[in-house]
T-cell receptor, first 112, second 115 residues
């Protein structure tokens, strides 16, 4: 069974600092890995999707890397802003199915 | 594109009643829909996977007679929580996927509070 762990569970940073969020998974046989954003009481917004054959994906201030062999992904958010405050979820999918295994999330607070 | 809606967005009910939650894909046809449950500060836990026109596949530990799932069309799936109890209070999120690429589009969630 796939287990997804996200560290740290929560963090606060001053505005302008770079954010580094970590995700690890136990079964390296993944099809892809996604990073989502979740605001309190809301659904999920997909941020980045990395296919298993890829090493990283970038979108604006966000960059996600994937090291499948070691079962790790890192989400970098450059020059953080108060609007980046949210919970960031990492999820992996296996081959042959659409089932996603989620981590518990990194709860981020960016202090103005 | 790829918008998924849920209705209602929140519901409060008395213990013992049944609650139906709808999940719709608004601008695409979803061959597969997924239902998740999320407790405070916890991750999303997959409850069941449903394919249009066939019975849902439930995850281990999820009671299929308590959480009834109907996927009658390619754009609508419903989750009915039967005889709800306070421990069923949670945030329920659905997602819709297309056959092939493992991309799911998530709804905004439904918060259920059972008194």
């Amino acid at each position: 069974k796939q287990e997804v762990t996200q560290i740290p569970a929560a963090l606060s940073v001053p505005e302008g600092e770079n954010l580094v969020l970590n995700c690890s998974f136990t079964d390296s046989a993944i099809y892809n890995l996604q990073w989502f954003r979740q605001d309190p009481g809301k659904g999920l917004t997909s941020l980045l999707l990395i296919q298993s054959s890829q090493r990283e994906q970038t979108s604006g201030r966000l960059n996600a890397s994937l090291d499948k062999s070691s079962g790790r992904s890192t989400l970098y958010i450059a020059a953080s802003q108060p609007g980046d405050s949210a919970t960031y979820l990492c999820a992996v999918s296996g081959y042959g199915n659409n089932r996603l295994a989620f981590g518990k999330g990194n709860q981020v607070v960016v202090i103005p | 594109g790829a918008v998924v809606s849920q209705h209602p967005s929140w519901v409060i009910c008395k213990s013992g009643t049944s609650v139906k939650i709808e999940c719709r894909s608004l601008d695409f046809q979803a061959t597969t829909m997924f239902w998740y449950r999320q407790f405070p500060k916890q991750s999303l836990m997959l409850m069941a996977t449903s394919n249009e026109g066939s019975k849902a596949t439930y995850e281990q530990g999820v009671e299929k007679d308590k959480f009834l799932i109907n996927h009658a069309s390619l754009t609508l799936s419903t989750l009915t929580v039967t005889s709800a109890h306070p421990e069923d209070s949670s945030f329920y999120i659905c997602s819709a996927g297309l056959r092939g690429p493992e991309t799911q589009y998530f709804g905004p969630g439904t918060r259920l509070l059972v008194l």
